[in-house]
Each structure stands twice: as C-alpha cells, then as structure tokens.
C-alpha cells in the first residue's frame, strides 16, 4: 500500500520540525526556516543549523475552512505568521478558537499532530505555535 | 530495600478541553446520581491534534526544564501507556528525538494498563542504582478509551506526567528512599487485540484489585521502611474516581487532609497512566523540603506501586521553570459531547 504523503521528507525533516531548526548563513547573517543548504538571502551555501527561540508574538493569521484531506478534524485551521525575532514563521495555531484569538499575542512552540497519513500510513508530527501558558 | 534513588525534575501535561459529566448523562440517559457518586464534575479531553505521545512529551519537555540537566546525560526513556498511537513503532523514540536525547540512550514503550508508567518510574530507579545510565526519563501517558454508555466514560480521560531519575547527589528535587511493588493475575480490566474500547470485571475493578493490591503494596513498603501514617505528609493513590482514593487511604489510616493536594480526578477525570503520577506532579508543585510523600500507582492486570520520597532543599528553585499542574487545571475550555465525539475520533469517517 502506497502512502499518501512522503515517509522520506517526513523523516529528514523530523528533527527541525520536532526542535524548531532553521538555519543562519554565516556570510549575510539572515536566519530562515526551515533551514536548507544555501541561504534564501544571498546564496550563500556557508550556513549552520540553529536553534529557533519557542516564543514569538503573532503577527497575523488567516483560517482555512476547506484544508486537504488529513486535517478534517482541525478545521477551521488558523495558520499564523509569528515573529519570533531574528525571522519569522509561518505554522498552524493550536489550542486557540477565532473567537480568542487576536493579532500581537504571545505564542509558544508545541509538538502536536499536524496529518495522519489515511487510517494506516504514519503520523507525522511536527510544531505548531498556541498561546503562552503562564506560569 | 533499595539505596535512595532521586527525582531531579518532574513536568505534567493536561489538554485544555473538558466534557462535563451532565453531557455525557444528558446523552446517554444516566440518572444524575452515577456522575454524582464518582466524585467526577467533568473530565479532561484530548484536542484533535493531541494523543499519548504528544502529551507525554509536554510533560517531559517540563520535567527536563526542571531539572536542568543536559538531555544528552538521559540514557533511557520509557513511555507507559494505555493508549499509544500505534500499535507497532515506538513513541519513546519520538520523545527522545524531540528533547534531544537520541542516539545513545534505550527507548521503550511499557504496557500494564495504569500502572505502566510506575512500572517505568520504578524500572529506571534499578537502572540507575545499578550504574547502566546516569540518568531515566520515565513517562506515563494515556488518551484514554472507553466504550461510548459504559460508566467508563464518565472518567476516561487524557493526561500525562513525567519524571527525570538518577542518584542522589545533594541537588535533587526529592529523594526515593524505598519503593516497593505487589502484583497479582487479576483480571478485573482488559482490552483485547484490534478492539478499540476495554472492558472491565464488574465489581472486581475494586474490591480483589485496586484495594487488594494499593493496600498490600503500601502496607509492605511502611512495614519494611519502618514507617507511620503520621509519617506522611501526603498520600497519593491511583485515581480511577475520586471517591476510591479517599476510601483506600481511610483503610491505610490516613486522613482526608493528606490526599486532598495530590487528588486531581475530580477536575478532570482519570488520566490512566496520568493519574498517581498527576498527582505526585502537584503534590511536588507545593512541597516544602524535608516533606514526606507516599505515592501508590495501580493499574489493572493487577499490580500497585508504592514509594517513599522526601523532598529536598531544591526543590524551591526548580518550582518556577515550567507550568504547574495547577496551571493546566485552570487552562480550560468547556466542550459539548458532540465536540467531544469529533476530538476523540468516535465519528467514523472515510479517508
């Protein structure tokens, strides 16, 4: 049986989205997600992985009321544009309603299910971004 | 009886969800007076994006931020559940690659219904005792199932906690000074293969199995610790409702006042694997050094746990770096039982 999504992609890109790993080019300084070989700013291909912070402040959202087939349980899926200082994110809100949410909050990094692959295939999980918990 | 072993930091994780008993009353045609008498008001649910090993992590994630150890000293991970996301690929793994742990630690999945992740707890004490790790990360988690208008799903709930373990050094957040384990063939709880919801024994879910086995298991621990109820400063015991609880510690002699701070189960139902452990996360959350806490897991099958932990000097100053279980007790939103069906999966869709 064939899966509907990619078990390789998923796999190397596990790590950076468990960790929150982007990548910061050691020539320019611009730090981008998700991290990749050259830098998306000047070319570069002298870049280092880096640890992202897992607070950031929301920027903006949309919500999207018909997503593909995988997320039917989530919708309406709110997918926010989060600054989390030294570059920007864009990542699925979770534990937040339309109702609650506003632009400019504070927002953490969680592992969460982002898709199941149909009812057999692997479920990939991965960082979503919910409101700070205070404490 | 064991060397003292040592808890250097704990975390806990409850989903913000809650289904009021009244919904699932309302929905199923209960009298009023089977929610009333469990002791239950609602119970936590898992969100669409949550399972087990999402919130196993969480838990663990803060129980790292506690105990501010460099992940890489963990050399095992063992994960008790109930309800794992799949039957085959282990969720240690997962955890252990999200804190940063992997490669070099061992990585487990435990299953004694309940109890599997005191099975863990106790599991790493021996191991780290014995010099295999220097550290154990041990997780209890559950999304727990029950059949939709069994009594079960009054108190079916998701939760989860976690514990770092290693020896005592004089820094730690508590000491484990003993720890004893009673298990019996007792079948008063099972699910079997490919079926989605368990079953239980009646009226052998109490009598010959949770009192037979938590009394039996504390019992033994006190007698051979040499130990008094007026010993304890609390007392935690797995919480299946919140009357079983009360009931076991008055026939162990300990009063109301000693179990109240470790008792969750009446704010968001029995979290499985969670449950004792919940408890002993926010018992720790308000101790004061020098206290002495007695934690007594079950899980059905049968088999109880009983430990003795001192808390240390520490303790204050690993309080603050991650949420406390009564932060997640407060961070709630209130669900119909029509919600509750689409978050738990209980609507069969075809994909």
Known sequence: ???????????????????????????????????????????????????????????????????????????????????????????????????????????????????????AGLIHYGYKFRPVISH | MHDPAAIYGWGAYIPRYRLPMSEIARIWGWHEGVPASLNVKEKSVDGPDEDSLTIGLEAAYNALKRSMIDPKEIGVVMFGSESKPYAVKPSATV???????????????????????????????????????KYGLAIGSDTAQANPGDVLEFTASSGGAAFIIGKPDGTEAAVIEGSYTYVTDTPDFWRRALQPYPLHGEGFTGEPAYFHHIVNSVRTLMETLDLKQEDFDYAIFHQPNGRFPLKVGKMLGFPKEKILPGLVTPFIGNTYNGSALLGLARVLDQAKPGQRILVAPFGSGAGSDAYSIVVGESIVNRKSKAPTVDDYLVRKKTVDYAMYTKYRSIITRIV
């Open chain 1, 1 to 119: 049986m064939s899966m509907e999504y990619s078990v390789p992609i998923y796999w190397r890109n596990r790590v950076n989205y468990y960790k929150l790993i982007g990548g910061r080019c050691k020539k320019c300084g611009r730090v981008f997600f998700p991290p990749q070989s050259r830098c998306p700013y000047c070319s570069s291909d002298n870049v280092e992985p880096v640890s992202l912070p897992r607070i950031g402040r929301l920027l903006s959202y949309t919500v999207s009321y018909n997503p593909p087939e995988g997320y039917k349980l989530q919708t309406p899926l709110i997918i926010g544009l989060i600054d989390l200082g030294e570059t920007r994110i864009i990542a699925q809100l979770t534990d937040v309603s339309l109702e609650e949410i506003s632009e400019g909050i504070e927002v953490e990094a969680v592992v969460r299910k982002i898709r199941e692959d149909r009812t």
């Open chain 2, 95 to 133: 955890i252990a690659e999200a804190l940063g742990i992997t490669p070099s630690t061992m990585a487990s999945d435990l299953e004694f219904a309940c109890r599997a992740g005191s099975e863990a707890f106790r599991a790493i004490i021996g191991m780290t005792l014995g010099g295999l790790v």
